[in-house]
């Protein structure tokens, strides 16, 4: 469900809000009971402050960052969180080892790693993590669970690969990536190698193959799904809902995150 004014310190709730989505940042923020959690820091400080203040919030002094993946979308400003903000950093190692060739982290206290597939304890949280076929370092993709509440956020996934439709199936909530519209990916400006970046199994997930894993899920008792990592080339956030509406039901709970703006706050 979407809850228009929200109270956070519900402990029975999982709330989540999309800061941003898209090649050009990600971050999304997750409160479950009194556990703060930022996954992926690809938007400043500043920009971060200022869209948790649309709804209210300040930046929690005590929140984990997990990061999927190496690429700069999702990394950019990692050290900035951990320094700024006092978040604590989750990663893999050879994610970590690829950031650090790259200079990218700037000074850290610390490092809270895991292995890809494995469960990881954050106070009474459990998120697991999941590996990818995406061309990142050992990408990933988290299910945060509370309560018997799964909340999945599931981006830059290279393709449908086994397993996925039986995880969206088992979630209550998700940020689900929509990257492309094969057509518009197709007609588009990009070069041939890009496209076939995008398009190949190592890419990112269109329109269509989101819809088909979201319709799977609706029919399983997801309750909502928030369209994510959607291109500003390729894709539009009509086209998009078009798509999963003609394929997964136009009654379906199907929201956009957006590249530019803070999305609204969505709870289980």
Not at 58 to 87: E, M, Q, W
Not at 112 to 132: H, K, L, M, R, Y
Not at 212 to 237: R, T, Y
Request: with cysteine; proline share 4%.
């Amino acid at each position: 469900m979407r809850c228009e004014k929200p109270h956070l310190n519900v402990s029975s709730a999982i709330c989540a809000v999309a800061l941003q989505s898209g090649s050009n940042g990600n971050c999304i923020y997750v409160q479950a009971g009194g556990t703060h959690i930022f996954v992926d820091a690809g938007i400043s400080g500043i920009e971060v402050q200022r869209r948790l203040g649309t709804h209210g919030w300040t930046v929690p002094g005590n929140a984990a960052l997990l990061i999927s993946h190496d690429h700069s979308d999702h990394t950019r400003c990692a050290g900035v969180f951990h320094r700024k903000f006092g978040c604590d950093l989750y990663m893999t190692r050879p994610t970590h080892e690829a950031l650090e060739r790259g200079n990218r982290l700037g000074k850290l206290r610390h490092v809270n790693f895991f292995s890809s597939g494995e469960a990881i304890q954050i106070n009474d949280v459990c998120v697991d993590t999941f590996p990818t076929p995406h061309d990142g370092v050992d990408g990933v993709c988290f299910v945060i669970e509370y309560r018997q509440r799964r909340l999945g956020i599931l981006t830059d996934l290279g393709h449908p690969f086994e397993g996925l439709k039986e995880l969206v199936c088992s979630l209550d909530g998700v940020f689900l990536e929509s990257n492309y519209d094969m057509d518009m990916l197709l007609r588009g400006p990009y070069p041939y190698p890009l496209k076939k970046r995008i398009a190949d199994p190592s890419g990112h997930i269109s329109n269509a193959e989101s819809a088909h894993l979201l319709k799977a899920g609706f029919d399983a008792g997801l309750k909502w799904a928030v369209l994510s990592h959607l291109s500003g080339e390729n894709n539009s956030p009509g086209v998009a809902l078009a798509t999963h509406h003609q394929i997964a039901g136009n009654d379906k709970p199907i929201f956009v995150a957006r590249r530019n703006e803070v999305s609204e706050i969505f709870t289980l």
